[in-house]
């Protein structure tokens, strides 16, 4: 994928292109391949979790502004997965769409988060630039919320994710005002606060977020940032990056590509 | 869900969908409304103490009296806003020294603890000694126990009951800024919310904690006074409105700089703070607070009290100027709570993306409704009752026809 | 801390008397004494309730680390598929679809992944589901293959006509709108129109069977757009003219005007 991109292809789809290229002349081989890969797999998904080890990960996300199509698979699997109330008020990641209008006066909107995708909007003032955006919880390596929690029941993991302790939170909402982007909320069930956790629970199972498993055109990157060579690690070496409120200085680790100076 | 749909269809452009529900009500606005009148009293008490202005002396235990009863109340709308209540303890078990939360805390122990009850004994130790002497039953007992078994009354001890009552209010003076001044932290500390994020913030709070503490001691003090059938002390009223002028327009003055600071620099939030202002805030924030609670009675003090000219710009009869003093607290105390539903509501009513606009729907019942707010404005003066049966403020207790010359 | 600024009260504010436990004055007694048994009793009640956990990694229970990992898995991951499915993932995993996970369309497979007969997936085939990514929305990129849900065979399922594991249409796109809709809509309503989207862009056969191996071609020069607007060009009157020496003559045509919506509309 990578080729209805907007604009022109940066070289490093023009690498990947050509990549696929090939491997489409080797398919001749590729079963034998795959078939042996897929042994691997199964193997890993089936063999009880081996000993995981924190200090040697440090997770982040990116995401490709350009690729996002808006469909709200993310925001659906995010709610099936990680029991996320169904309610249009509480939501893990959810998917924004601007319309951006000749005079440079954007629209934002995000129906139910984007769930059920989106309705078409009808613009009369004609559109000078359309997009959408997925956000989540940008796992800060600063993070405000676990700056402010009175009790230490939100924390930064040591591989980078930032987590609440369900056992121990009391409730005081403090974390979710201290969040600049708006991705902690209170369950309404629990009385506690609750966030995205980078499905937690998956990647110390060697899988990836829910969100980025079902994401259909790859806009969202999941990996560690340390290591060289990691869909992550590609993705910010090819990609200009930037974050979320650079200015309040909390170094997010959610990184966007293509990211509008509208989007907020 | 109901009030929550009803809130997604008053939304003016756009908000995170997880700010649909707004997170600090009712209850938080009375919190910091509360501990502002604590730290208000207890500076009135210290002025008698530590600097000596020895007009306002017949309110002095009345104030301490009342910091106590506001003190006591003050973390139960705090804990009432708990998702789990009942795990509130755990702030004291593992506080996190990053979070300011957390050091309220250790701001309220200190306070209550070392400051506010250490004084209390203090100043009424000596009376505690004699008045459980003549008396009997249960008021003996009470008495008694709260001496805690000093009954000493030698010179040497009642001398070092003044000097530690004066050291204690001497540390209590900061530990009063300290304890509103942390409040408006909590506020002012929070960078991700531009209409809070203010190093102002604790100052702006602790000013108007003042001028909130100083005029519910002026109502306190008339109310009480004339409940008893006293004459009042209008030396000492006068004094007090004219301390309340001049916090009045320090407090004015913070205020209006923090405003206009923010105009002349219009951050990128300038424009949403704008429209907040203008709109869902514009009869709390320009009507309640800053004409009703502050113009208006600012013009009524300055043009009666002593503070500008020596009689008054206009001169009036003492019964119809304690009067307008207790016109001017009230609508002071009005002021001051619009100003803490400002901070605290008005800093959510607009959303961090700054593109849109949500509302407050207060409740009437449960636990953040307003029934509990209001019981929990109530129930301070309550406990001041309770605590002036105990240990009675007024000059005549101090009385003590048996003790003679001591 | 309150033992040692008492003692500090009593020597320093009679600095006269020398520290005596003998000549404590009864009030620092008592409240020694009081505060003592406070600190005693929090002290107590701190030991018992002490998370064990706390404080092993940083400020947090550790347990709570445990616990979050403990949740249970719902989205089994595409790999898990391959083991019963072999010849769909094959088969998927070659189509453009490839990056489309299979629990995407099918649900969360965990379940399934256990208890196979139990626990079937679902699989949507109603016409409502496909147009969730396919449907035609601007905020959508360019190039991405979208449909008008009304417009694109009325009333037939999707996968009548298109496998979604291998979701290459039955025939070739008649209409270059099937996949650049959002230039498609915009040149429709513009000056342009009436032109072919042939007539600027030489578009070869097969770009419509491998789209992204062979691409259409673009204009390169000024003397294209020339064709027609040009001072001597031999088109309609009606058809504005500039003259191609003096126009703004160090950019290219479209580097001012969008050819899909040129200006003056």
Redesign the interface.
Known sequence: ?G????DAREPSEQIS?SRR?FLHTC?LA??LL??GL?AA??E??AAPEAA?N?REHYYGMGVDV????????CVE?CK???DVPR?????RT?V????VGPAGE?????P??GI???P?KPSEKG?LR???VP?LCNQCADP?C?????????????DGVV?V??????????C???????????DPR????DKC?FC???V??G??P?CV??C???ARVFGDIRQRSSPLARFTRFNKIMTLKPH?NTKPKVFYAALDQEV? | MEPLQEVLRQVTGYIYPNEVELHWGLLVVVYPYLTGLVAGAFILASLVRVFNVKEVQPTYRLALLTALAYLIVAPLPLLAHLGRPSRAFEIFLTPNFHSAMAMFGFVYAWYLMVVLLLEIWFDYRKDLVLWSKRETGVRHWLHRLLTLGAGDLSPRALRFDQSAGRFITIIGIPSAFLLHGYVGFIFGSVKANPWWSSVLMPIVFLFSAIVSGIALMLLLYLLSTLLRSKPVDMVCMDKLATFLFYDLVVDFSLEMLDFIHRLYEAEESIQILSLLVSSRLFLSLVILQALLGTVLPLLLLGSVSPALRNRGIVSLPDELRRLLYAGAAVLIQIGIFSTRWNVVIGGQLFSKSLRGLTVYKMQLLGLEGLFVSGFLLVLPLLVLLVLIIVLPPWPEAEQHPEAGAS | MERARGSQLASGLLPNQQFDPHLMLQQLKSLLIAFAVLAGGLALGRHFLMPKTFGQRGHYRAAAVDAIEKQPVHYAGREACAACHPEIVDRHSKARHQTVACEVCHGPAAAHTEAPTENKLPAPRTRGYCPLCHGYDPSRPTGFPQIDPVAHNPLKPCITCHNPHQPEPPHVPEECSACHGEIARTKAVSRHALLAFTQCHNTPLQHKVTPRLVRPDKPRTREFCGGCHAQDARSPKEIPRIDLQTHGSRYLCWQCHYPHRPEGD
Request: glycine fraction near 8%; proline fraction near 6%; include cysteine.
């Open positions: 994928m080729e209805w991109k907007r292109g290229e398919s590729a079963p795959l078939l897929r797999a199964v890993a998904w995981y924190a350009a690729r996002c199509i808006g469909c709200g698979r699997a099936n997965e990680n309610e249009p008020y509480y939501f959810w924004e769409r601007y319309v954007a629209e934002v909107d995000s139910n988060g059920a995708g989106f078409p559109v359309t997009f959408f956000k405000p676990v700056q402010v929690c009175p009790v230490g029941a939100t924390f930064a993991t040591e987590l302790d369900r056992d121990y939170c009391i409730g005081c909402r403090y979710v005002q201290a969040c600049p982007y708006g991705a902690r909320f209170l629990t009385h506690m606060a956790t937690y629970h998956r110390v199972r899988l990836v829910a498993e079902v259909p055109t790859g309040l907020r």
